[in-house]
Every structure is written in structure tokens, then in C-alpha cells.
């Protein structure tokens, strides 16, 4: 995948999504002619290929989805409907200090948006020098994400990328600019995410 020709122009950054593990960014300011090119036409031919590859991710492509049901156990979130998805919650790519107990949530296939990338997430380290994903949504994801985020403001939402649950956060504030940041996974939780949205 091409590299951004240019840094990511961070003028206004705002946390838009709060929790106590993994945290995501907004970065608002975005000017017309900064927006990447790319679209969802050219992410469709990166989507799982054969049945084998489908099933490991359970037909979920990498997104933002609204979380339905959680409990401590698979069987407390019976029955459920045909589009729903029953994810394990481990913390697998957070740090130890922010890892919780595991639990198991509900999503659905019908109530989420993709997160599909106008370039390569860019890593790089914050100012505690740990590391982080700076992601930049395809140009007509911008308007998509920002509807869903918008549409379920104080709501429970996971990031799922390669069928893993990444965090779960509640919205505070809708996501604007198509923009954002990863940050607070191990150095191990970074790599894998950097290696399955660079397939994207």
C-alpha cells in the first residue's frame, strides 16, 4: 500500500472516545485538499477471499460496531438473532495495566461502520514515548463514520479488526474529520494491528 505522501496535519486533537483502555482520537481540521483519494471500490478487492479465511473473522470486516449484549459468559447472550456475533473481549492488545477481566459481547453484522483506510496507518510514539496508530479513513468513509457515531453518542462500541475485539469504548462525542489514533496497546498489540489494517 502507497505511504501518505506527506505527515498527518494533526491541527486540532480531541479525545472523542472515553475509556480507561485503549484510547482513540479524533483529529478536526481537516482541509478539503489533505482528504485522501482512496475509496471503498478499492478496499472491496481486499475483503476474504474463500470461506476458510471468512471464518476466521466470522464474516466481519474491520470496523466500528455497536455492542448489543455483554456478560461475563458465552451462554448469558442466548439466544441469538441470525446477524449477531458472539466476540471474546481479552485485552489481547492492550497494555497489562489496562487490561480487565474478559467478558464476551454481542454485535451484529448489520450495526456497524468499516473502517476502511485511505493510506497505511502511520506508527509512530506519544509523548511517554508509547507507541501508536495514527489511522486516516478512506475520503467517503469521513461522512459515514461520523453519521454512526453521531446516531449512538453515549453508546458501548467495539473496534473489531481481523474478527478481534481491539477495545470497547463509549462514544462521548461524534468522530469528525476522519482522522484518529490508536494508542495504549503493547508494542506486540500495535505490530499485529499495524500488519491487518495495512492489508486494508
Do not use: W
Not at 495514527?134 to 475520503?139: D, G, T
Amino acid at each position: 500500500m502507497k505511504k501518505p505522501s506527506k505527515p498527518f496535519a494533526l491541527l486540532a486533537l480531541g479525545i472523542i472516545l472515553c475509556t480507561s483502555q485503549m484510547s482513540l482520537f479524533a483529529v478536526n481540521g481537516k482541509s478539503v485538499k489533505e482528504v485522501p483519494s482512496t475509496t471503498t471500490s478499492s478496499f472491496v478487492s481486499t475483503l476474504p477471499s474463500s470461506s476458510s479465511e471468512s471464518a476466521k473473522t466470522q464474516g466481519l470486516i474491520d470496523g466500528l460496531y455497536l455492542v448489543h449484549r455483554e456478560a461475563k459468559s458465552k451462554t448469558e447472550l442466548d439466544p441469538l438473532s441470525k446477524s449477531e456475533v458472539v466476540l471474546v473481549n481479552d485485552y489481547e492488545f492492550l497494555a497489562p495495566e489496562e487490561r480487565g477481566d474478559t467478558t464476551y459481547i454481542v454485535v451484529s453484522k448489520n450495526t456497524f461502520v468499516p473502517i476502511i483506510l485511505a493510506s497505511a496507518p502511520v506508527k509512530s510514539n506519544d509523548q511517554s514515548g508509547k507507541p501508536k496508530l495514527e489511522i486516516s479513513l478512506a475520503e467517503d468513509q469521513v461522512q459515514p463514520m461520523e453519521k454512526f457515531t453521531r446516531e449512538h453518542v453515549m453508546k458501548s462500541v467495539a473496534i473489531v479488526i481481523g474478527g478481534k475485539v481491539v477495545t470497547m469504548h463509549k462514544i462521548r462525542v461524534p468522530i469528525v474529520g476522519g482522522k484518529m489514533q490508536i494508542t495504549r496497546c503493547t508494542d506486540h498489540g500495535c505490530e499485529a494491528l499495524f500488519t491487518q489494517l495495512q492489508k486494508r
